[in-house]
């Protein structure tokens, strides 16, 4: 099944944000408002329903080395 849009939506130009229209962002327009948007797009992007099965990235959980706090002398 796939998105609905309810509002015209721009992707930027990097291709990793969809923005509002008007967002000085916007470089590519992703839809407009009744425009069917396919699943893999809306999932990509975290549109609608089709964003509840998409898992957030996993965070990176590497411990960071401690600092030398010797006195040195």
Same mark, same amino acid.
């Given at each position: 099944?796939?998105?609905?849009?309810?509002?015209?939506?721009?992707?930027?130009?990097?291709?990793?944000?969809?923005?509002?229209?008007?967002?000085?962002? /916007?470089?590519?327009?992703?839809?407009?408002?009744?425009?069917?948007?396919?699943?893999?797009? /809306?999932?990509?992007?975290?549109?609608?329903?089709?964003?509840?099965?998409?898992?957030?990235? /996993?965070?990176?959980?590497?411990?960071?080395? /401690?600092?030398?706090?010797?006195?040195?002398?």
């Amino acid at each position: 099944m796939s998105w609905v849009a309810d509002r015209k939506l721009w992707v930027t130009a990097d291709g990793e944000r969809v923005v509002e229209d008007g967002d000085p962002d /916007a470089r590519i327009l992703l839809c407009v408002p009744g425009q069917t948007v396919p699943d893999d797009v /809306a999932t990509r992007y975290g549109l609608g329903k089709a964003a509840k099965g998409r898992k957030k990235p /996993a965070r990176d959980k590497a411990v960071k080395p /401690a600092r030398d706090k010797g006195g040195g002398g």
